[in-house]
């Protein structure tokens, strides 16, 4: 069964409401204001059911130019829209605002709805007509169908229900699939229920019961109760009027604008991707970083518009840009939305999302702007292609979900095929899947070669870099086991403890450094129990730095270790075990050990057996028990 949502559209006073009221038999200006009025200020719903059974939800949304973010609210989720003119003053200039922004917002199944034809004359009326088709030559309307009614004697009425009855057939069925989406335009509180919000379901379904979370604020909240036109529903799916009672939400904890989703299902996002157009029509210039008023689904919000591949946008220009918000929200990739001149507010253009949670691009980049035309021109394989391009160290799943606004189910088929195709490789971790473009992949080994080659030109007697400086260094603020799955593709990449190379790097010691090495080693030798201080050990001829790199690099490969706290002192690894040995070997017999007594076993000074012994309290093979001086067994001495 389809499920339509039809709006309506035009200027004051030109009967939508009453055009409602005589499809539907309901009255949907709600508030004192309105009916006192007589015009509709906030957005009425109500709904009618065609011939064939479709259920038609209406929105009546607000006319008068001071209300058209209502309007806009309006046309959020709307299949279909009836532009509404009164057959005796024709077209008018909300009629025209109201067309550019269904233009603006895609919205391009209309039938136009001629209204009040019992005030004027057969003559009058086909005047009427050929102004509007004059009007809308050259626009989505050109060829719309035209059908006249009169909501005072009822005349018509039938046919427009049979017009839209045409128009439905050709809309194509609302898929219930997809990630769950509600931008909300009304909130209010009943006695006895609590909060109630509603809005139209834009994608996905919602299930009573169900656990979900509003945005921006991420406030949990579960579905109790779930309304479709004006009925009870155990769901809702994807182009239904919905009316949603809360739990765990008082009606001030959100405003009109929010949006309902799936827990964890999307992200607040500041920076948008985007294509924008400017109305023929407009006498604004819109420059670079122009501050504007951006508004989509129910919300409207400022912004600054960065253009990216032109200095400003004219009147019927468009181009790429990315859209920066003053606040925070979600919108999914193909969201419409309405730009406004800052001041006096007037409607200038609009465009479409590109890219929900875009990463900051530079002005006039080629390749920048040739990203953004794949992600609008591109079909959904050749977008998340994009997605994965751009995502230089990789992404899961989880991720790209939450990017794109698409479901797992959506991804998966998608991201086997690029796979397939070559065109992604895996990185399995302990907890999901990260996939990394193939391009990406070239990059990081190009990357990490060059990092790595660029640390051993600088530091030509070290074993190799850091893993945590090459990680500082390529992705500072990356997560480090994804840098470690990253690094398993380079297979020249070598390791030894936490310090990286390549394997073309593994002949690095030289005559010089095999002097400098020897000399380390014969001196420390000569010393045996009585340790050195760094300082004690002769240089030669050798640079300093280079006989730090060497000596360290005897640590890292176990023959010298460094022992004590205050001086840290050398020690051959030799004759540091041979120590340990003894050490073990007076635990059988004895409990108690004093730094005296390995002083006096060893020949050695008082300052040199307390050093190893702090050495053995490290690996735990000594235990303090009193004062400094005093050790039992440690737990690996048992």
């Known amino acids: 069964m389809k499920h339509i949502i039809i709006g309506t559209a035009g200027h004051i006073d030109h009967g939508k409401t009453s055009l409602i009221r005589a499809l539907t038999g309901r009255e949907t200006d709600r508030l004192k204001e309105e009916q006192d009025r007589g015009i509709t200020i906030e957005l009425g719903f109500t709904w009618f059911d065609l011939k064939d059974g479709t259920r038609c939800g209406v929105i009546d949304v607000p006319g008068h130019e001071k209300f058209i973010q209502q309007m806009v609210s309006g046309v959020c989720g709307m299949d279909m829209v009836l532009l509404v003119v009164a057959a005796d003053e024709g077209i008018m200039p909300q009629t025209r605002e109201h067309l ?21 004359d057969e003559d009058w009326i086909s005047m009427v007509k050929e102004d509007i088709r004059e009007e809308f030559r050259g626009t989505m309307l050109e060829k719309a169908k035209i059908v006249e009614v009169s909501t005072k004697t009822g005349a018509g009425i039938d046919g427009c229900k049979d017009a839209i009855l045409e128009m439905v057939k050709t809309l194509p069925e609302k898929s ?23 809005g139209t379901l834009i994608s996905g379904t919602l299930t009573k019961g169900d656990g979900v979370e509003i945005y921006p604020k991420r406030l949990p909240v579960r579905i109790r109760n779930i309304q479709v036109h004006e009925q009870d529903a155990e769901q809702a799916v994807a182009g239904q009027r919905v009316a949603l009672n809360l739990t765990g939400l008082k009606k001030g904890d959100i405003k009109k604008g929010a949006v309902l989703a799936r827990e964890n299902s999307f992200e607040n996002t500041k920076l948008l991707d985007a294509k924008v157009r400017i109305l023929p029509s407009s006498q604004r210039t819109v420059k670079n970083r122009e501050r504007l008023h951006f508004l989509t689904g129910t919300i409207e919000l400022l912004c600054r518009i960065i253009l990216l591949d032109k200095e400003e946008l004219k009147a019927g220009e468009e181009g790429y840009c990315q859209i920066l918000l003053e606040q925070e929200m979600v919108f999914a990739k193909g969201d419409p939305f309405l730009l406004r001149f800052y001041s006096p507010v007037e409607t200038i253009g609009g465009g479409t999302v590109l890219e929900a949670n875009a990463k900051k691009k530079k002005r006039f980049r080629k390749e920048e702007i040739d990203a953004l035309r794949r992600k609008e021109e591109g079909s959904l394989e050749e977008t998340l292609e994009s997605y994965f391009l751009e995502a230089k160290f990789g992404a899961g799943l989880k991720e790209a979900g939450k990017d794109l606004s698409l479901e797992n189910e959506e991804l998966l088929p998608l991201v086997e095929e690029l796979r397939g195709n070559g065109k992604l490789c895996e990185l399995p971790l302990q907890q999901g899947t990260v996939y990394l473009h193939g391009d990406n992949k070239f990059y990081w080994e190009s990357k990490c070669k060059e990092e790595l080659e660029k640390f051993r030109k600088a530091h030509p007697y070290r074993i190799g870099m850091a893993k945590a400086e090459l ?65 004690e050990l002769e240089r030669g001829k050798a640079k300093e730095e280079d006989f730090q790199d060497i000596l360290q690099n005897t640590v890292v490969e176990g023959r010298v270790v460094k022992v004590g706290e205050d001086p840290e002192l050398l020690i051959l690894a030799q004759d540091l075990e041979k120590v340990k040995a003894w050490v073990l070997e007076y635990f059988q017999k004895e409990e108690v050990l004093g730094i005296a007594t390995l002083k006096d076993a060893f020949s050695t000074s008082r300052k040199c057996a307390k050093a190893m012994i702090q050495y053995f309290d490290r690996e735990k093979i000594t235990k303090k028990v009193s004062g400094e001086s005093e050790r039992v067994a440690g737990p690996a001495a048992k």
């Open 100 to 120: 550019d922004i269904l233009s603006l917002l895609g919205i391009e199944n209309c039938i136009v709805v001629l209204t009040k034809c019992d005030l004027v």
């Open 176 to 198: 219930p699939s997809g990630l769950p989406r509600l931008p909300i335009d009304r909130i209010f509180s009943l006695q006895g229920l609590g909060t109630i919000i509603t």
């Open 471 to 535: 990680r500082e260094k390529l992705w500072k603020k990356g997560n480090a086991k994804v840098f470690d799955a990253l690094l398993s593709l380079l297979p020249e990449l070598q390791t030894k403890g936490d310090l990286l190379y390549l394997s073309s790097q593994e002949d690095f010691k030289d005559a010089n450094y095999q002097g400098i090495e020897k000399s380390i080693l014969t001196t420390l030798e000569n010393a045996g129990y009585q340790l050195l201080k760094l300082e």
